[in-house]
């Protein structure tokens, strides 16, 4: 019997295919590595290198390799081509991770919000590693004390590196744990209100593009709380500018809200 082989203008189409496929990755690849800073409060840098930095500037284009800096009381924006914001709070290093769509927090706080459309985010920090889609998160890493991460709104996966576990949170939820966690720590329903005037939600000049939807979450939660009450979470802005600037300061887990009614008169 005879062997039927592919016509050589099949072959060449198939070809055409692959290299056009490939070159879209690449493509896509190279434009989620790239962000442009659309905000810059204060002392704000960009290190192309432990040794080399400059003073960032509205519209500067940060690529891979290059991380953004900020000083004390100080703060950035960070606009991704998917339409992924980020905001970082003080003495805050951020940079681009191994992967398409992952982020390294070295330290500090960040607000991160991200469509729907844009897939899933990555963020990584020495201690664990946030898969997250669809949302809006604050997230702080400090080595020596007390770390957050906040979902404003959306859905996320929070994995220890160390195999200490992993959980769920949705939106209005918290989880604080220690530098060198053994467990997953509880997930917390939290009054996101308490939040709106944290200086990476109002810091900014422009809105958040999900504050509609955080908004309609609160009113949700005020109106239909949680089994159990929701905890006060006001800590997290002392934390995002007194504790980012002295990071070797311990902080305690915030305290649940009193509920209404119980108050002493």
Known sequence: MKTLL?????IGAISLVAIFLSIVTVLLAAEHKQARVTEVIHDVRLLASPTASRAAAVNDAVNEGTAVRTGTDSRAELQFTDRTLTRLG???VFSFGAGVRTYDLGSGAIL???PKGAGTVKVSTGVATIAISGFTAILEAHQNAWNKLIVLYGDGTFTF???AGSCHLSTGQMVVFPPHPTHCPPVL??????LLNGKLVKGFK???PELDLILAAIESQQTSPPSG????PTSQDKIDQAMNAHPMESAAPPRPTIPPGTRSK
């Open 6 to 10: 592919p016509k050589p203008s099949l």
């Open 90 to 92: 003080a003495n805050t």
């Open 112 to 114: 991160m919000t991200a």
């Open 161 to 163: 590196k160390n195999g």
């Open 189 to 194: 329903n939290i009054d996101m209100a308490k």
């Open 206 to 208: 422009g809105a958040l």
């Open 229 to 232: 009450g929701l905890i006060d």
